[in-house]
């Protein structure tokens, strides 16, 4: 079975501050990682993945998340948070091996970008 | 760029109803998937769907839902008889096979309200 943890439901910086939102995840299996976001009353788009290599990950908008896997853990940063960013961010775990590839994500943390 | 679209944006019925929720994939993928939100709670995987058949189904998804893919062009979701627990945002959801895994499009989803 797989899961994700997502510690803090909401998470507030300031605008310029560095963006931090937590992830672990279990998977008895190699995992594939996902960020998503959701902005309000859209759906969720794709932020970035890992899939194998290359251990630090970089998506859009500036943000990146480092695979550990010592840690269990696919946390997301951006050095330098902007009021567009908002949002809900919703961490996924996949993998290959494990049913059809399905999603499954974490609870999600809110991100509150302040002036 | 390509998008998954989903109709209606916001369902209200009565329990006991039958509602569709449709979903138009983008068009050279192969791969469908329906996800759930229940306001407050994590997105749920509900069922993926490959070559016209179901590939994978939680245990959410009971005899109450149904999939169809009825022109190769619509991707519906059929909830027989809704009930009240049945209220939430359903995301379709649609991908293609990359090296070496499914990358999956979101939807802006239905939300659905049962009375």
């Known amino acids: 079975a797989q899961s994700v943890t997502q510690l803090g439901s909401h998470v507030s910086v300031s605008e310029g501050a560095l963006v931090l939102l937590r992830c672990n995840y279990s998977?008895?299996?190699?995992?594939?990682l996902f960020w998503y976001v959701q902005y309000p009353n859209q759906g969720l788009q794709l932020l970035l993945k890992?899939?194998?290599?290359?251990?630090l990950v970089k998506g859009i908008n500036g943000f990146e998340a480092e695979f550990k896997k010592s840690e269990t853990s696919f946390h997301l940063t951006k050095p330098s948070a902007h009021m567009s960013d908002a949002a809900e961010y919703f961490c996924?775990?996949?993998?290959?091996?494990?049913?059809?590839?399905?999603?499954?994500f974490g609870t999600g943390t809110r991100l509150l970008v302040s002036p | 760029e390509p998008e998954v679209t989903q109709t209606p944006s916001h369902q209200v019925t009565q329990m006991g109803q039958e509602v569709i929720l449709r979903c138009v994939p983008i068009s050279n993928h192969l791969y469908f998937y329906w996800y759930r939100q229940i306001l407050g709670q994590k997105v749920e995987f509900l069922v993926s769907?490959?070559?016209?058949?179901?590939?994978?189904k939680s245990e959410i998804f009971d005899d109450q839902f149904s999939v169809e893919r009825p022109d190769g062009s619509n991707f519906t979701l059929k909830i027989r008889s809704t009930k009240l627990e049945d209220s939430a945002m359903y995301f379709c959801?649609?991908?293609?096979?990359?090296?070496?895994?499914?990358?999956?499009?979101f939807g802006p989803g239905t939300r659905l309200t049962v009375l």
């Open positions: 959801a649609s991908g293609y096979r990359g090296d070496p895994l499914v990358t999956q499009y």
């Open positions: 996924a775990v996949s993998s290959l091996i494990i049913g059809f590839q399905k999603l499954v």
């Open positions: 998977s008895s299996v190699p995992p594939y």
């Open positions: 890992y899939t194998t290599g290359a251990t």
């Open positions: 769907f490959y070559n016209n058949e179901i590939s994978e």
